[in-house]
């Protein structure tokens, strides 16, 4: 039952932004452009709509700004960086239970704590999104660089950290 759930759970979040339309249900009305640019103007035509004294359908509804959607290669590369995140976590919890050691002095004292070590790493995929995202507005090739060397990068450690656990049964 929990794992039928589940699947349902993921295709609704697949498959809801995309079935998603915008609907506008208001219309123009003929020979009411008013230029709501100004302030003063656009507080006279509050404040007449407000008194009864102008229909509120005769002002031009402008459409809801598009929101920008990512390219598909950076949506891949941020659940890439999501995944392995995830998979370094699960690699270095079942390395550290074999008795291995963490060898990265900035995270020694955060896995001694399971909680704090899986919400670190969570920032971490966060921030790195983030930071991403940003960057890819001023420069989407260097944004696609930096996600695939940190991902290989985390790849490479996470490969390791298997090697390791493996190592040590």
């Known amino acids: 039952m929990s794992r039928r759930l589940l699947a349902t759970l993921i295709a609704l979040a697949t498959i809801a932004p995309w079935s998603a339309a915008a609907a506008f249900a208001q219309t123009r009305t003929p020979g009411a452009a008013v230029d709501l640019t100004l302030p003063s103007v656009r507080v006279m035509a509050v404040d007449a ?7 509120q ?4 509804v402008a459409p809801a700004p598009r929101q920008q959607r990512s390219s598909p290669i950076f ?7 999501a995944v392995m995140q995830a998979l370094d976590v699960h690699s270095t919890i079942l390395a550290l239970d074999r008795g291995a050691v963490e060898a990265n002095p900035l995270m020694s004292g955060v896995t001694r704590n399971k909680a704090a070590f899986i919400a670190t790493k969570a920032a971490v995929a966060t921030g790195t999104i983030l930071a991403a995202r940003s960057l890819s507005k001023r420069n989407k090739v260097a944004a696609v660089i ?8 985390y790849g490479f450690i996470v490969q ?10």
Do not use: C, M, Q, W
Request: hydrophobic letters at 40%; aromatic letters at 8%.
């Open 146 to 153: 930096t996600l695939v060397a940190l991902n290989t990068a």
């Open 160 to 169: 390791n950290n298997y090697r390791v656990a493996r190592g040590l049964k």
């Open 57 to 60: 359908r005769s002002f031009p």
């Open 75 to 81: 949506g891949s590369l941020y659940a890439t960086t």
């Open 49 to 55: 709509v407000l008194r009864g004294e102008i229909d």
